[in-house]
């Protein structure tokens, strides 16, 4: 069946790094745009980045532009996100969806698949 | 602050309506379709409809969608204990270039 899975959450200190993946299966991969939403504790959901079906568009959330960078292997059937210079504010639970448009950034942009996510906390 | 204003919170009676809306501006809403999705805690937040008002496979028809200008609305009827959750709408903004959600609306069947 059409299935998400993140992997890759845990515990980091402020500044240091985390590299999230989500793996595809049950679908063709590299035709769908993937998005990175996130939901932190008491809060509600947060949009964070979408990449193109190929790679070659991005877009990101001013929170965290400049220190993510979503990427996606399709020929893994994985998206990535590496999270750097973390703050205690990307404590979160990360979940990978899918855009069942190609290109990133339409009109027509919604999310009709979701994984559970993966937490992450940002903590000394 | 969400670029998208949703009530906090809504309530009805079992078998009762309620309705969810969501105001913009022409930036997202007004020129973008809207979406809106089911949350409940600890699992995938689950999608309700699309393109302002298409229901995925599966959806009830309890479940409705509707734009005007830059405000979208989510209406549910027949309400069920199970439709206890968080909504939330989101779409495109254009100007941000970026996805937007509504601040979320926790829904109670009393």
């Known amino acids: 069946q059409v299935q998400l899975v993140e992997s890759g959450g845990g515990v980091v200190q402020p500044g240091r790094s985390l590299r999230l993946s989500c793996t595809a299966s049950g679908f063709t991969f590299n035709i769908y745009a993937m998005d990175w939403v996130r939901q932190a504790p008491g809060k509600g959901l947060e949009w964070v980045t979408i990449?193109?079906?190929?790679?070659?568009?991005?877009y990101y959330a001013d929170s965290v532009k400049g220190r993510f960078t979503i990427s996606r292997d399709n020929s893994k059937n994985t998206l990535y996100l590496q999270m750097n210079s973390l703050r205690g504010e990307d404590t979160a639970v990360y979940y990978c969806?899918?855009?069942?448009?190609?290109?990133?950034?339409?009109?027509?942009?919604?999310?009709?698949?979701w994984g559970k996510g993966t937490t992450v906390t940002v903590s000394s | 602050q969400s670029v998208l204003t949703q009530p906090p919170s809504v309530s009805a009676a079992p078998g009762q309506k309620v309705t969810i809306s969501c105001s913009g501006s022409s930036s997202n809403i007004g020129n973008n379709y809207v979406s809106w999705y089911q949350h409940l805690p600890g699992t995938a937040p689950k999608l309700l409809m699309y393109e302002n008002n298409k229901r995925p496979s599966g959806i009830p028809d309890r479940f409705s969608g509707s734009k005007s200008g830059t405000s979208a609305t989510l209406g549910i009827t027949g309400l069920q204990t199970g439709d206890e959750a968080d909504y939330y709408c989101g779409t495109w903004d254009s100007s941000l270039s970026a996805g937007v959600f509504g601040g979320g609306t926790r829904l109670t069947v009393l």
């Open positions: 990449i193109s079906y190929d790679g070659s568009n991005t």
């Open positions: 969806a899918r855009d069942p448009n190609a290109v990133a950034g339409t009109g027509y942009y919604y999310m009709d698949v």
